[in-house]
């Protein structure tokens, strides 16, 4: 079930568009941020206040990079994986962070705190190697950098 | 373009943007011009689009059915999702001066009587949508948006859309799609967006470079707009360079100026230890260019000469301590993932080709894949998918190949890499 909050912000996205379906990669924006994710029960949700099948929600939910169909733990890491990037040693910063969260891309650690995704280029590229923690851009990583910055994500 | 953009800083609010003189264009264009006379002046400076293809901005707005200007709605959308590896130019100027955009953005909806225009953002830019956000409800509480502007009569709406990722939102009509709702595939040209775009209706899709350029171009005339470049195509352009120069960046530079201007002067060289191998001089999808190209100035038409695009100006080094196979692989990979899977070509050929080069990178090669690859490079050439994602694609890889054989016939020989 979608809650009062998240169908008052869908139906305004779906105001802007000639008709509620258009809406779709906002709600699924939408749901994502109050959930984390999307759920099978949300695709269902979705396309019924959108006026949608399942099955065409669901096609834009796979589509997408940045919308989750499985759980993801309360950080996501997001390495850049770009050709400059690559140049400037994202590698590096992959397998330091790989063998301390002792997770490869795409996994979760076990206690929920971090999940590990590569990323195609972030627009960072003149402060290789970059990242997203969240919301949050941080670039020129080095080990220690990475140390540091994850201390502030609990 | 970058006169009052503040490096990381805070960007101008609208009362300091207009005491610098932002916003005269919207007010001389909406106030004095009518919409025939604005599109005439872009096509006379000559404004070539600067989101990669350079096509003339002029000429793709008279495109618009304008009879009576009665065929609505249309819509003006910015594309601002800039996914090109290697680019970060149109960031600097969300970041930097949301004003200046949405100075041009009034006018371009303006010329085409556009009712409602959109900000195709980026997800991952999430400074640049706060900063939009920001100035978009300055601008209607202070009547640059809304109804009746200026007293014009002139209507229009301005939202953002925050993108859910993949690189192929980045193709007009894909961004269509995605911007409906849809998943974002590629549609069949023609009809061109001009004619049947954003839910069906007249759509001009321009680059947030292009248009940061409108207000500027109607405050001071298409002659003074030509003169800025060194060529005569007309402005300037935001340049970059990333790699292992000295000083990576991004400068606002007449457009025209040398490969080695660009990497010698302004990016600061190359890193102690390093040397020059070659460079993609518009981002992951140009063509290589090597020491020889040099002194190409970097224009739409000297760079195509040179045997690759000026693309987003934004130039990646590649550099004599980085593979270049495992440079192109990783270009390879990137173009495979990102593929949206509409046309055969496309969605078999790039994950094939990205094997391949995995395979000759971790020494496990035969020569005959160089041969494969090279053909791979044909079929999914210009004119056999349905979209220029693969055929942008195979631009690195064909001059790759061309330059860096040996690399990669030693590759084979030796069963390794010689980098690693």
Known sequence: MLTEEEKKEILTEANQYPYPAAACIDALKIVQHHRGWVSDESVKDIGQILGISNEEVDSVATFYSRIYRKPVGRNVILVCDSVSCMVMGYEKIYDYLSEKLGISFGETTSDGRFTLLPNSCLGDCDHAPAMMINNDHYNLLTAEKVDELLDLYK | ?420
Request: hydrophobic fraction near 35%; include cysteine; charged fraction near 20%.
């Open chain 2, 1 to 420: 373009m970058t006169k009052h953009i503040i490096p990381s800083g805070t960007p101008l609010n609208l009362k300091d943007y207009r005491k610098a003189g932002g916003y005269s264009g919207t007010e001389k264009a909406l106030k004095k011009m009518t919409p025939a006379e604005v599109t005439d002046l872009i096509k006379a400076s000559n404004l070539l689009g600067r989101g990669g293809a350079g096509f003339p901005t002029g000429v793709k707005w008279s495109l618009v059915p304008m009879e009576k200007y009665n065929s609505k709605p249309k819509y003006l959308i910015c594309n601002a999702d800039e996914m090109e590896p290697g680019t970060f130019k149109d960031r600097y100027l969300l970041e930097g001066n949301p004003h200046q955009l949405i100075a041009g953005m009034i006018i371009s909806a303006y010329a085409i009587q556009a009712g409602k225009a959109y900000i195709f953002l980026r997800w991952a830019y999430k400074k640049a949508e706060a900063e939009l956000r920001k100035a978009i409800s300055e601008a209607y509480e202070a009547g640059y948006l809304g109804k009746n502007i200026m007293g014009s009569g002139f209507d229009l709406d301005l939202y953002v859309h925050s993108s859910a990722g993949r690189y192929i939102c980045g193709e007009e009509t894909a961004l269509l799609n995605s911007l409906e709702g849809k998943r974002a595939i590629p549609r069949t040209k023609p009809p061109y967006p001009a004619i049947s775009g954003l839910f069906g209706r007249p759509t001009v899709v321009n680059n947030v470079e292009t248009l940061c350029w409108i207000s500027h171009i109607v405050d001071n005339g298409a002659e003074w707009f030509k003169a800025l470049s060194l060529t005569g195509t007309g402005g300037t352009k935001l340049y970059g360079v990333s790699g292992n120069v000295k000083n990576p960046g991004t400068w606002e530079l007449p457009l025209g100026v040398t490969v080695r201007e660009l990497i010698e002067v302004h990016a600061g060289g190359m890193k102690d230890g390093y040397k020059f191998r070659g460079a993609l001089p518009g981002g992951a999808s140009t063509d290589f260019i090597v020491e020889e190209h040099l002194d190409v100035k970097m224009d739409f038409s000297t760079v195509a000469a040179a045997g690759s695009r000026l693309g987003t100006g934004t130039m990646i080094i590649l550099d004599d301590r980085t593979c270049p196979v495992a440079f192109i692989h990783n270009i390879e990979r990137f173009f495979a993932v990102e593929s949206c899977g509409w046309c055969t070509p496309c969605r078999e050929g790039l994950p094939w080709v990205e094997k391949m080069l995995l395979s000759i990178e971790v020494g496990t090669g035969k020569m005959e894949y160089l041969d494969i690859l090279k053909s791979q490079v044909k079929y999914m050439g210009p004119g056999n998918t349905f979209c220029a994602h693969a055929p942008g694609a195979m631009e690195p890889l064909q001059s790759g190949l061309k330059y860096f054989y040996d690399d990669f016939v030693k590759h084979i020989n030796d069963q390794k890499c010689p980098w690693r």
